[in-house]
């Protein structure tokens, strides 16, 4: 079976076959796209083409709970969005919008019954402090309190450890960066941070141009080690390149913005993968130029094994021998490529080993110097 056959996948694709699905094909059809976390974005298409109707009433209850679940959290990251914008209004900094939130705020057609868990920004490296005291003020957390995690989110990674707002319950992810300081791949963020679009009617708030749009939400995905919502993801990339292949230079642009901003090897996976399993519409001239990325002739099928496998539901019915040892693979490699390898080793072991309640432990191992 090939992720094209998956029911979730067919439904996307060619929503005018589930007219004729069976009690059992929905039944399956449901509970693979409520894994995937689809089933909203599959009553907007059928909203949207005018076909939600003909579905039979017992999928269409859920289809249609599914999307008002969706409409209801838009409306609250809107909020929380605004709530954010107000905090940092004193911070002197350009509040740049990720992923989710960035295709609700910019009305993008990724947004369409896409679900939230948190809002992620991104703010440059040496206005960190600021925008954190200024989210403390208004009420947000920090969280990750033990003094390993904190050393560990400060010193190596790309953000600090995620904020829950003490009333609301919201969390945010502050970003500097939009890939761990110790990754292979290096990313240009100077360059990332000088081309961010204002966002029209807001005064500090602020999304990715969409070439860059694009290559941050191909450098997440292809960077992650969980594909409980990967699929998801790839649909994300299928939605921004089909609207932003339709603004002028986009496709002219892409390419040599990805050389730019150092981000060549996830771009060419983002375009193979979507072509490859969703049938996205890229120039023949685009994909050649995309080339650029392609890694080693081992390497590649070797990622492709894998990554034809993990980007399905996390379901049963797309579980094969191959699925597992497919998924343990690229989350070992995506810790392989974040971190060097005695860092890794020493992150992986602190994990395993030490419990947060040995405190006199912690506080020992919290000293050593990681760059030793």
């Known amino acids: 079976m090939t992720p094209k056959c998956d029911s979730i996948v067919m439904a996307l694709l060619s929503p005018q076959s589930l007219c004729h699905l069976s009690a059992l094909e929905w039944d399956l059809l449901i509970r693979q796209g409520r894994r995937a976390n689809l089933l909203a974005r599959l009553a907007h298409k059928l909203t949207q083409n005018g076909l939600i109707d003909a579905i039979p009433l017992a999928p269409r209850h859920h289809l249609t709970s599914a999307l ?33 939130a960035a295709y609700v705020m910019a009305d993008l057609a990724a947004a369409h019954g896409r679900t939230f868990s948190d809002v992620d920004i991104i703010v440059p490296k040496k206005r960190l402090g600021r925008c954190e005291s200024e989210l403390m003020i208004h009420g947000w957390q ?56 204002a966002l029209p009617g807001h005064t500090n708030l602020y999304v990715l141009q969409p070439t860059d749009m694009l290559l941050h939400s191909a450098t997440h995905l292809f960077h992650e080690g969980d594909f409980e919502k990967g699929l998801r993801d790839l649909f994300d990339l299928d939605s921004l390149l089909r609207q932003f292949g339709d603004m002028h230079g986009f496709w002219e642009q892409l390419v040599p913005r990805a050389a730019v901003l150092g981000l060549t090897r996830p771009l060419y996976y983002a375009l193979r993968y979507t072509t490859l399993m969703l049938d996205t519409p890229v120039p023949s001239h685009v994909l050649e130029l995309a080339r650029i990325g392609k890694p080693p002739p081992l390497v590649g099928q070797l990622m492709d094994a894998c990554y034809l496998r993990a980007l399905r539901p996390v379901h049963a019915s797309t579980s094969s021998l191959g699925t597992w040892p497919a998924r343990f693979a690229l989350y070992v490699r995506s810790h392989w490529i974040r971190m060097p390898f005695f860092l890794l080793a020493y992150h992986l072991g602190r994990k395993a080993f030490i419990r947060p309640e040995s405190h006199d432990l912690e506080k020992s191992i919290a000293d050593v110097d990681l760059k030793a």
Do not use: F
Not at 161 to 175: L, N
């Open 68 to 100: 008002k679940m969706a409409q209801r959290q838009e409306t609250a990251l809107r909020w929380e969005v605004e709530c954010i914008g107000q905090a940092l209004t004193d911070a002197e900094v350009k509040v740049v919008l990720l992923k989710g």
């Open 142 to 197: 920090g969280s990750h309190h033990d003094d390993y995690d904190q050393r560990y989110y400060r010193r190596w990674m790309h953000e600090i450890p995620p904020m829950r707002h003490v009333k609301r319950g919201t969390t945010i992810d502050v970003h500097h960066t939009i890939l761990p300081e110790t990754a292979r791949v290096k990313v240009n963020t100077t360059a990332l941070l000088t081309g961010v679009v």
